[in-house]
């Protein structure tokens, strides 16, 4: 089988690449999906606020998703489900599906796996094995698809967005949530999900707490939090046990690339995703990534902007108008966590969006854009936190007059 495009991954990262691919040139299409059908993620987040930027309207996530199904089956894409991509090597595909193994050749390939949550498993939470311990996203998967409910009195550990819309989902259910519990001083969620998902529903959050022990053989019983220092150590004398039936671990997402890694990818130390310069273009020759896989975002109106970029400079290495010109690095300075893209191509004559996330919560500061020493860009924020991602926009004159690498740090405004 020969494809012009192949895109590992059919949710909104990868539904978005395969249509704008499509829609540039590339005659030949397929996207390659594990699970039973498109979507992705979406297919479970039954909750609205989806599509605010994409659509300028209010979307569950199925809703998002099923637009860019019919996208994909306007644009006579083609799609594989329930196949299982298990090497790339020379853009030469090879996948488990329903007829066994199958042999693909691409002339580019897009990389949109998305990513997984973090297990107890990775957080070593103590105490036996007992039934009644899932990942946030389980559970809802659990509960949106399948349709289970998946216990009565609960405790949410980690205040990532999964696990507050869950917090809500739980409580609309009929469950109790006894408290979210955070080690750290600030909130891994956006803002609006802390208020639409806890303060509305008067669930607590328990901020530098920590579970420090699972109760229960066969089922949990309840589990004991303590207050935390500033080396995340229990407080003597903070220990209080809390009775419940069920604990959701929503403790952080990983970038799932352990076949980016194996085709050889450079991956980053910080976000655990490819790096990938502003054609969302990997190290490896016609090998394009966006979305989850590259670094974990805020909003899926944000993945689909990222996937038509990898998805229409796919199509134009298909078509070979496109050059492999020298890049600039992207370098985090001082309060800044992270910024993709990593690389940015000067001679492309397109404005680049760089995503980061800064390290600590800020109040009245700026992020300053330095071009060696001189400042190119600075924008005053009133609040950053690290659960929200920034996003600067570098004009298409500032970008063709880069003279060499660019730095980009938080200062005092």
């Known amino acids: 089988m020969k494809y012009d495009v192949v895109v590992v991954g059919g949710g909104p990262a990868g539904l978005g690449a395969a249509v704008e691919a499509k829609k540039h040139g590339a005659n030949r299409v397929l996207i390659?999906?594990?699970?039973?059908?498109?979507?992705?993620?979406?297919?479970?987040?039954?909750?609205?606020?989806?599509?605010?930027?994409?659509?300028?309207?209010?979307?569950?996530?199925?809703?998002?998703?099923?637009?860019?199904?019919?996208?994909?089956?306007?644009?006579?894409?083609?799609?594989?489900?329930?196949?299982?991509?298990?090497?790339?090597?020379?853009?030469?595909?090879?996948?488990?599906?329903?007829?066994?193994?199958?042999?693909?050749?691409?002339?580019?390939?897009?990389?949109?796996?998305?990513?997984?949550?973090?297990?107890?498993?990775?957080?070593?939470?103590?105490?036996?094995?007992?039934?009644?311990?899932?990942?946030?996203?389980?559970?809802?998967?659990?509960m949106n698809m399948e349709g289970y409910m998946v216990g009565k009195k609960v405790v949410i550990y980690g205040s990532g967005d999964i696990g507050l819309i869950m917090a809500r989902r739980m409580t609309l259910e009929g469950a109790k949530v006894e408290a979210v519990v955070e080690v750290n001083p600030h909130s891994s969620g956006l803002t609006r999900n802390i208020v639409q998902c806890l303060d509305d529903f008067d669930i607590p959050l328990l901020l530098q707490h920590g579970i420090t022990y699972v109760h229960g053989k066969d089922r949990v019983t309840g589990v004991t939090i303590s207050k935390l220092d500033e080396n995340r150590n229990p407080i003597d004398g903070t220990a209080r046990e809390i009775e419940c039936d069920t604990v959701l671990l929503s403790v952080g997402l990983i970038p799932e690339n352990e076949l980016s890694s194996d085709t050889g990818v450079k991956l980053h130390n910080t976000t655990k995703g490819p790096v990938v310069n502003n054609k969302m273009q990997t190290n490896v020759d016609g090998v394009f990534a966006c979305g989850n896989v590259v670094h974990v975002h805020d909003l899926v109106d944000f993945v689909t902007k990222e996937s038509r970029i990898a998805g229409r400079n796919a199509a134009l290495y298909v078509l070979n108008k496109t050059e492999n010109n020298e890049t600039i690095d992207t370098e985090a300075g001082d309060g800044i966590g992270y910024i993709v893209p990593?690389?940015?191509?000067?001679?492309?004559?397109?404005?680049?969006?760089?995503?980061?996330?800064v390290r600590?919560?800020?109040?009245?500061?700026?992020?300053?854009?330095?071009?060696?020493?001189?400042?190119?860009?600075?924008?005053?924020?009133?609040?950053?936190?690290?659960?929200?991602?920034?996003?600067?926009?570098?004009?298409?004159?500032?970008?063709?007059?880069?003279?060499?690498?660019?730095?980009?740090?938080?200062?005092?405004?």
């Open 342 to 357: 990593q690389q940015i191509d000067t001679k492309l004559g397109e404005e680049v969006n760089l995503f980061m996330r």
């Open 32 to 142: 390659i999906e594990r699970d039973r059908e498109l979507g992705g993620i979406l297919n479970q987040c039954i909750h609205n606020g989806f599509g605010l930027h994409e659509f300028k309207e209010e979307l569950t996530g199925p809703e998002y998703a099923t637009r860019f199904i019919k996208m994909v089956e306007e644009n006579d894409i083609d799609y594989m489900l329930n196949t299982m991509v298990l090497s790339i090597e020379d853009k030469k595909i090879i996948a488990l599906g329903e007829k066994g193994l199958i042999d693909i050749q691409a002339v580019a390939i897009i990389l949109a796996m998305g990513c997984r949550e973090r297990t107890r498993g990775a957080i070593d939470l103590a105490g036996y094995r007992p039934a009644g311990v899932y990942t946030a996203g389980a559970a809802q998967r659990f």
């Open 360 to 413: 600590n919560i800020y109040t009245n500061r700026k992020i300053v854009v330095r071009d060696g020493d001189e400042i190119i860009l600075q924008k005053k924020r009133p609040h950053m936190i690290p659960s929200e991602m920034e996003n600067l926009k570098l004009s298409a004159e500032i970008v063709k007059n880069l003279k060499g690498n660019i730095s980009v740090c938080v200062e005092e405004a």
